[in-house]
């Protein structure tokens, strides 16, 4: 069980810096307890569990971590908790933003330089709601996944790239998973190791690289290297709900598109997902006119 202890380099808030990898409530490689985060990771060295811990008192973050891959994550913890990322890169253009930053002083970019394990519920998450992507993630992870090394016998580890290839398709089905997104992680998990690669390089070939797989667009591809990169150009563009909260924010004004949306960003060049990350804090969000989309459950079909 090694540790490691890491110092912010100034404000630090860790369960909103770590908490962008939790996929929904329930997520079976993430989880909260008290003031720790715990997550469940398969590394190239193997599955492991770390658990992080903010001590504001002594001004560090401290963490424990479990199996085979516990050095490979230990030894990634500044990149993982933000030490590389720079917040002042950001040059606040609209009031907005000043006042989520100036409310959110320690929210930082993490980088888990891991890929499959942000791609695989990126592909999931397509064209479907978040309850009906997340229901899918705890399915498939529940049960086909691995019991995480360490103390928290709730936690499971994604599955291996074999792993994701052997699954049936009945067992898609049954969790909810059409056939165009489970041919897209097929297809990915079969070139693992060229995706995992996109985890050292910039973010413009990061995304050719992932985008060359069919099924996996500029939209998967920026939820991806967000996390895997801690990115702070990776716009998401082709979100159903992203541009009409980022142009009401900003504007007042409801229906903006993506171009639209893009044209705002514009003065947030190189930050601009670290621009929309700090108005989705400010919880400005355009009126609900309109029930929510129903969820569908093709586990039923």
């Not at 908490?19 to 008290?34: T, Y």
């Not at 990915?188 to 190791?193: D, G, H, I, K, Q």
Request: proline fraction near 10%.
């Amino acid at each position: 069980m090694p540790a490691r202890t890491w110092v912010p380099p100034g404000p630090y808030d860790l369960h909103r810096t770590l908490g962008v990898l939790q996929r929904g409530p329930g997520d079976p490689a993430f989880a909260v307890r008290g003031g720790e985060i715990w997550r469940a990771c398969r590394t190239p060295q193997g599955p492991g569990t770390l658990c992080v811990a903010a001590r504001p008192a002594d001004g560090e973050v401290t963490a424990e971590a479990w199996g085979p891959g516990a050095e490979w994550l230990l030894d990634r913890l500044p990149r993982l908790l933000g030490e590389d990322d720079d917040p002042a890169q950001l040059t606040a253009r609209h009031r907005i933003v000043h006042e989520a930053r100036r409310r959110h002083p320690g929210v930082r970019l993490a980088r888990t330089g891991l890929v499959l394990e942000s791609l695989i519920p990126s592909i999931l998450e397509q064209k479907v709601t978040s309850d009906e992507a997340y229901r899918a993630w705890r399915l498939l992870l529940q049960r086909h996944g691995e019991p995480a090394p360490g103390p928290w016998e709730r936690l499971r580890v994604m599955p291996d790239p074999r792993g994701w290839a052997l699954i049936p398709s009945w067992e898609w089905h049954r969790a909810g998973v059409d056939a165009k997104r489970s041919s897209a992680i097929l297809r990915a998990v079969r070139v693992a190791r060229r995706m995992e690669e996109a985890a050292a390089m910039d973010l413009a070939d990061a995304t050719r690289r992932l985008t060359a797989i069919p099924g996996i667009g500029p939209w998967t591809a920026a939820e991806t290297l967000q996390r895997a990169l801690g990115a702070p150009d990776a716009v998401t563009v082709g979100d159903l709900h992203l541009p009409k909260i980022i142009g009401y924010a900003l504007t007042g004004r409801r229906g903006t598109t993506d171009a639209e949306m893009l044209e705002l960003l514009a003065p947030y060049a190189g930050q601009r997902h670290r621009a929309t990350r700090l108005i989705l804090l400010s919880g400005i969000t355009p009126p609900r006119r309109a029930p929510r989309f129903p969820v569908g459950d093709i586990a039923r079909l």
